[in-house]
């Protein structure tokens, strides 16, 4: 049993087979599945959540997404991380950061690091080791 035949190997009739809709409705469908191919950026969120997916829940070992809700009209939009398991089936109940609170502390601690002078000159010869020999 071959899985995927040749080309060659396979027999095409032209209506072999009933059609169900129309070649015209066929055709339309086609083009608008075409147009709408390269669009899935429209669907994205609205906001930038750097850590999502990097945080692990302390409570039920998920991990946190972004998430961002305005709680009544007169209030300003709340942005935060979360656990993914928060308000489901497993209803985790730890509680969510808000995203300035909880990227500041990762990106001060992650520049502490980075740009410590002790750790320049290593991360430099760990460079060019990579990228140079």
């Given at each position: 049993m071959v899985i995927n035949p040749h080309e060659s190997e396979i027999i095409r009739l032209e209506g072999a087979m009933p059609a169900i809709i129309s070649q015209e409705d066929f055709d339309l469908?086609?083009?608008l599945l075409k147009r709408r191919k390269f669009k899935t950026f429209l669907n994205r969120g609205k906001q930038n959540y750097f850590l999502s997916g990097k945080i692990i829940c302390g409570v039920c070992?998920?991990?946190?997404?972004?998430?961002?809700?305005?709680?009544?009209?007169?209030?300003?939009?709340?942005?935060?991380y979360r656990c993914c398991r928060f308000n489901k089936k497993?209803?985790?109940?730890n509680r969510e950061v808000r995203r300035e609170?909880?990227?500041?502390?990762?990106?001060?601690?992650?520049?502490?690091?980075?740009?410590?002078?002790?750790?320049?000159?290593?991360?430099?010869?760990?460079?060019?080791?990579?990228f140079f020999q």
């Amino acid at each position: 049993m071959v899985i995927n035949p040749h080309e060659s190997e396979i027999i095409r009739l032209e209506g072999a087979m009933p059609a169900i809709i129309s070649q015209e409705d066929f055709d339309l469908v086609q083009e608008l599945l075409k147009r709408r191919k390269f669009k899935t950026f429209l669907n994205r969120g609205k906001q930038n959540y750097f850590l999502s997916g990097k945080i692990i829940c302390g409570v039920c070992g998920s991990s946190y997404t972004g998430n961002s809700r305005r709680p009544d009209p007169h209030n300003p939009l709340y942005i935060s991380y979360r656990c993914c398991r928060f308000n489901k089936k497993a209803n985790c109940k730890n509680r969510e950061v808000r995203r300035e609170i909880l990227e500041s502390i990762v990106f001060d601690n992650l520049a502490q690091k980075v740009f410590d002078p002790e750790l320049i000159p290593k991360l430099n010869d760990a460079f060019i080791q990579c990228f140079f020999q």
